[in-house]
């Protein structure tokens, strides 16, 4: 299925697309003077997760999706479960790399499984659970050493898929279809390769266009051509990321599905284009928005917690105990517990001293967070 741009209602959509980068510049500002910016950029990427599901029609609760994280569930996971964490993993890989690796061939290979596993790790990819350290483009002139390590690695990155399961390209492009009973779960003619190049055409065609409006375009034409067959949520992550390329939101991946949980799904689902690029403007809008609240709130809690830091030691566990406070949504006593490397009573002891708001109300498994 193609995509046709064609001609554009601009007086319509114009102030949207002003009001939409404005909000997303002065967030953006804002998160990169923040001292809370990085807890959160991290709290953006549970509560992403957690929307893209809910857009998605699929229920998915955040303390379950922290938990899990955390390892530390409460419940056997999910299917929902697992495909959330996917996501959250995959945004810690988005936000780790270089700003254009995601859209680029050899990224959304790697985001979907499919990337050739003769190659070493792509330029500038930090480590799925965000981790510092991108790896150095590799220089020509290697020596025979150097060049003999390269090989090891792309022979460990082969063994470590072959021992997760993940088949090769030459495997993955054979595929027969899969159907169990009158469902069918792997299309054969879905010709992923195909929809990806057309894809990837609109997004260069809408690349002279403001950031908002191509972010919004892009986002459309991946629902309408449906790329993947089983990842259809990567879709707005590639759209984030494509405004993180383009220099509009630098200082963290912007939680754009929490702004599409806002708005109703006759709008996001309208036959009218139109009406569905407002609902994605409308949808930028919001979440900014929410993301200015999110952060004056956690900056807030900041200060009122480091309060309590008055008189301490310098080899105290608050500041730990903070700082993953900042940086989830909710946190478990045996969270605070592995963070500081305390017992179980001492980070009861400190959740207690913080004085932060406990949310499950429950007995047993209990977890505490900032209102």
């Not at 980068?21 to 804002?30: F, P």
């Not at 390269?150 to 899969?178: C, Q, Y």
């Not at 375009?217 to 590639?238: K, M, N, S």
Request: hydrophobic share 45%.
């Amino acid at each position: 299925m193609t995509y046709e741009i064609g001609d554009l209602p601009f007086q319509t959509l114009l102030p949207r697309v002003a009001l939409a980068e404005d909000q997303l510049a002065r967030l953006d500002e804002i998160v990169r003077r923040s001292p809370v910016g990085e807890g959160f950029a991290e709290r953006g990427h549970f509560l992403d997760a957690a929307g893209s599901m809910w857009n998605s029609g699929e229920l998915l609760h955040v303390e379950d999706l922290v938990f899990h994280d955390a390892h530390m569930d409460i419940r056997s996971p999910t299917h929902e479960l697992v495909i959330g964490h996917g996501i959250l993993r995959a945004r810690r890989r988005m936000a780790g790399a270089a700003p254009g690796w995601a859209v680029s061939e050899a990224g959304i290979s790697a985001l979907t499984g499919a990337e050739r596993v003769t190659q070493s790790k792509a330029p500038g990819v930090a480590d799925e659970r965000g981790g510092e350290g991108a790896d150095e483009p590799p220089d020509e002139d290697d020596d025979p050493l150097s060049r003999e390590l390269a090989h090891i690695d792309a022979v460990l990155e082969r063994s470590r898929r072959v021992l997760n399961g993940v088949a090769t390209p030459a495997v993955a492009s054979e595929k027969p279809s899969l159907v169990v009973g009158g469902l069918v779960i792997r299309d054969a003619e879905w010709h992923e390769k195909e929809r990806l190049s057309q894809w990837q055409s609109v997004r260069k065609h809408v690349a002279d266009l403001p950031p908002v409006l191509s972010a919004a375009l892009l986002f459309d034409a991946w629902e309408i051509i449906q790329p993947l067959q089983r990842q259809h949520w990567l879709g707005g992550q590639l759209v984030a990321t494509c405004l993180r390329a383009q220099g509009k939101v630098v200082s963290h991946l912007p939680a754009l599905n929490v702004g599409l949980k806002a708005v109703p799904r006759e709008r996001r689902r309208s036959h009218d284009r139109t009406k569905r690029l407002l609902a994605f403007l409308d949808a930028m809008c919001l979440a900014a928005e929410a993301g200015m609240k999110e952060i004056a709130r956690l900056d807030q809690s900041r200060q009122l917690m480091e309060r309590k830091l008055r008189g301490r030691r310098s080899t105290s566990s608050l500041p730990a105990a903070i700082e993953l406070f900042l940086s989830r949504p909710m946190v478990s006593a045996a969270m605070v517990a592995k963070a500081a490397n305390v017992t179980p009573r001492g980070a009861l002891n400190l959740i207690a001293e913080l004085g932060v708001r406990e949310m499950t109300g429950r007995g047993s498994y209990r977890a505490w967070g900032i209102l």
